[in-house]
């Protein structure tokens, strides 16, 4: 006979988060519930090329990746962080790194749009 009530253990292994974040460009890598009740969201973007602020070439070739903690709106009182990687290319016709732009925030801003 099928048990017809979960335990405890069955019951937070079956919850997830699902944050809706409706920010473009970005893709979800990870989401998970910190021991402090902070919502920990982990995004990267989607385009695999950028345009040079230098020489404006487009570039595909990835120089190295590194994250950005940003905050979000609080959801139903839990804090929420994100973690943008931000990508860094190299420019095959100018010879210099830069970081692709900021889609969830703008240039310096540590709090999403």
């Given at each position: 006979?099928?048990?017809?009530?979960?335990?405890?253990?069955?019951?937070?292994?079956?919850?997830?988060?699902?944050?809706?974040?409706?920010?473009?460009?970005?893709?979800?890598?990870?989401?998970?519930?910190?021991?402090?009740?902070?919502?920990?969201?982990?995004?990267?973007?989607?385009?695999?090329?950028?345009?040079?602020?230098?020489?404006?070439?487009?570039?595909v070739?990835r120089?190295?990746?590194?994250?950005?903690?940003?905050?979000?709106?609080?959801?139903?009182?839990?804090?929420v962080?994100?973690?943008?990687?931000?990508?860094?290319?190299?420019?095959?016709?100018?010879?210099?790194?830069?970081t692709?732009?900021?889609?969830?925030?703008?240039?310096?801003?540590?709090?999403?749009?």
């Amino acid at each position: 006979m099928p048990q017809q009530h979960s335990t405890e253990e069955e019951a937070n292994q079956d919850q997830g988060i699902v944050v809706p974040l409706e920010l473009e460009g970005l893709r979800l890598l990870k989401q998970e519930l910190q021991p402090d009740g902070t919502i920990r969201i982990e995004v990267i973007g989607t385009n695999e090329r950028a345009s040079c602020p230098h020489c404006q070439n487009v570039c595909v070739k990835r120089h190295d990746v590194r994250p950005r903690s940003k905050r979000d709106v609080p959801l139903r009182g839990h804090r929420v962080e994100v973690v943008l990687y931000k990508r860094r290319f190299w420019c095959l016709h100018c010879r210099k790194a830069f970081t692709e732009p900021d889609q969830a925030c703008g240039r310096g801003k540590r709090t999403t749009l």
